[in-house]
């Protein structure tokens, strides 16, 4: 049996750090936005156990890659004898604070647990989850969600669905470079959904990360020009939205050479779930 899956990118509209766990994660407040442009993955049960990632990425080697990470976590707990074969195309950038690591894993608990009939449910996928990474649960649900706690704390949201420009401004921020930077705001006053919907919400992270990569700030400036632009995650990808699409690619095709990026549509449920449901 195979299945192809869309592994969605997400946005964070907003992102107020208010606390910090005695394990030194931080607790977050964050609107995630799914986006319909992602990375897409294939996979191909096999009769042997072996899960085998066919794709190389640059500097990950296939133990560590989260999508290999995922599908032995989910072969682990449920002491399924069959395997994988897997190929990933790539276009999310990595590091970029859009999720594609996170998503990628999700994606592969997701279309395992269907092919090879593993029979857990999302609460049970997203504890699962949620060890390979804090951004994973989201992505298990897959819906555009209000999260807290360390982002595991979900609560769906129904967002306009909008069209938004990302740009990578051609580096990479490393998140725990950002989440351990003596600077970052680490006491935000925790806010309400009803507040963030009314008003929006800045990201605690963009001072430091501006502060730190001048390329991050450049993008920034670059891109307020046309909307107001916000960092995503701990970068080092940046957004801004628009009321529609052929404005959204208008100001996406006049960036300069050094960014890439891309064009996307904000959607509330996630097209992999779409997917999986239609099967
Ligand atoms: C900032 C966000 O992008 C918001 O969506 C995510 O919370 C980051 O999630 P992620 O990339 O999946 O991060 P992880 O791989 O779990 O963590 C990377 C490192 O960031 C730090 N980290 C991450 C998430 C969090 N809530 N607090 C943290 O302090 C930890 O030092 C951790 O070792
Ligand atoms: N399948 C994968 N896709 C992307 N990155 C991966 C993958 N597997 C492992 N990694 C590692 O995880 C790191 C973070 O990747 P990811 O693309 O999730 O970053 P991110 O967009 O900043 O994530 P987040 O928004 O969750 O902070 C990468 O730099 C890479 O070393």
Redesign the pocket.
Known sequence: MTLSLLAPA?L?LC?K?TG??DD?????Q?L?QLLDAGDTLHFAVRNDARIVLHTPFDGVPSEDNLIVRAATALQRASDSKLGVDIHCDKRLPMGG?I?G??SNAATTLLALNKLWQTGFNDDELSAIGLD?????P?FVRGRTAW?E???EELTPVEMPEEWFVVIHPGVSV???E???HQELTRNSRPIRIAAFLEQGAGND?ENVVKSLYPEVKNALDWLNQFAPAQL???GSCLFARFADEASARDVFSSRPASYSGFVARGVNVSPSHTALNQI
């Open positions: 997400k964070n992102l750090i910090r766990r030194g994660y931080h607790l977050l964050s995630f604070g999720g690591g996170s390979l990474g804090a951004d994973v989201v999260a706690g360390v982002g490393s998140t725990r950002i989440f351990s992270c995503t995650g701990t």
